[in-house]
């Protein structure tokens, strides 16, 4: 059975088109809607509308797509997410993709042919492919963790700016001034809309900060203390790191203790995302806590929502982050 990414690759182009064609949801140029149509007669394909009318909770099952399930933030969510979902007389089919688009879009076949009700989808990066498949299917989604720029889909995140700043403006009220950026993957949006905004935090306070002390990891412990030994391999070492997601933080503690320093006497520490193990490192690591169990309750309901009302107009939903003092910074002046 041709599918509608064959369809979209015969007519030269993109599987939404083909779906805006088919489901008439946006006007189309008369000429590609015709060669839209004249493929899908020549490969003889079929929009799924019968699927489609079979998902209207059928199965009450919901999918959950997510980058990294090892990764604490992340394991929370999903603790959370099953929470709410079974609350709500839902299921949970959890889907890993270890970041890679290929194994995304395997996933995202996958769930759809399971035929759940919706799906949560926290995107691997930047290729929208995969989400983009599902919408044209009209499977009900909602994208957290992303907010993603000309795709028709709801979207539930924290505010990554107002954290950035949160942030940059703790270490400035402390008297910090000589800061470095462990920031996340590079085509991870949160992770730059972070950088953005604390970057932009230190220049309105006078700090530059020096390109050798912004440092990319991967959002995982070890990629934290391979760039804190990094900074702390160099002439002269920053007094305060802000690293944009705890793992990263965690792992540049240890680097820090290896090198004979401590926290915060020698070096300040502040991470992202506030997840359980945060309060228990030693020191207890100040942070930008996200609100992840309200992240959650958010993208149930809107799921749920989104089913059963899928003309409904795409929401846009951002939550403020809080600065969560504990004991990894302090005052210098
Ligand atoms: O720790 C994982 C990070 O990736 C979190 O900050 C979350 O926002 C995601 O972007």
């Not at 007519?11 to 809607?33: F, I, L, M």
């Not at 700090?207 to 934290?224: C, N, Q």
């Amino acid at each position: 059975m041709p599918t509608i990414r064959e369809v979209a690759q015969k007519a030269g182009v993109s599987v939404t088109t083909v779906s805006h064609v088919v489901n008439q949801t946006r006007v189309v140029a008369e000429d590609t809607q015709q060669r839209v149509k004249q493929v899908m007669q020549e490969l003889g394909y079929r929009p799924n509308v019968l699927a489609r009318s079979l998902r209207r909770g059928e199965t009450h099952t919901l999918g959950l797509v997510l980058p990294d399930s090892a990764n604490s933030f992340f394991a929370e969510m999903a603790y959370a997410i099953e929470n709410c979902a079974f609350g709500r007389n839902y299921s949970l089919v959890l889907c890993n993709t270890s970041a890679d688009p290929q194994k995304e879009r395997l996933y995202s076949e996958v769930l759809f042919n399971k035929q759940v009700d919706g799906i949560i989808f926290v995107a691997a990066g930047d290729d929208t492919q995969s989400l983009q498949e599902l919408l044209a299917h009209n499977l009900p989604v909602v994208v957290v963790d992303r907010h993603l720029e000309n795709i028709p889909v709801d979207t539930v995140t924290s505010d990554n700016f107002q954290g950035g700043y949160l942030a940059a403006h703790h270490l400035i009220d402390l008297g910090q001034r000589d800061i470095a950026i462990i920031r996340g993957p590079s085509n991870i949006s949160p992770s730059a809309a972070r950088v953005t905004s604390s970057l932009q935090t230190f220049g309105e306070a006078g700090i530059s900060i020096p390109a050798e002390w912004i440092l990319y990891g991967d959002f995982h412990a070890k990629s934290g203390y391979l760039a804190m030994q990094q900074l702390l391999s160099l002439p002269k070492k920053p007094g305060a790191i802000f690293a944009c997601n705890d793992l990263m933080a965690i792992g540049a503690m240890r680097a820090i203790y290896e090198a004979g320093l401590r926290i915060p006497k020698d070096i300040s520490l502040i991470g992202f995302d506030n997840i359980e193990l945060a309060a228990y490192t030693y020191p207890p690591l100040t942070t930008i806590g996200q609100p992840i169990q309200q992240l959650a309750e958010i993208a149930v309901s809107t799921l749920l929502q989104r089913i059963q009302t899928p003309e409904s107009v795409c929401q846009r939903i951002t939550l403020p982050n809080e600065l969560i003092v504990r004991q990894s910074t302090r005052r210098i002046v």
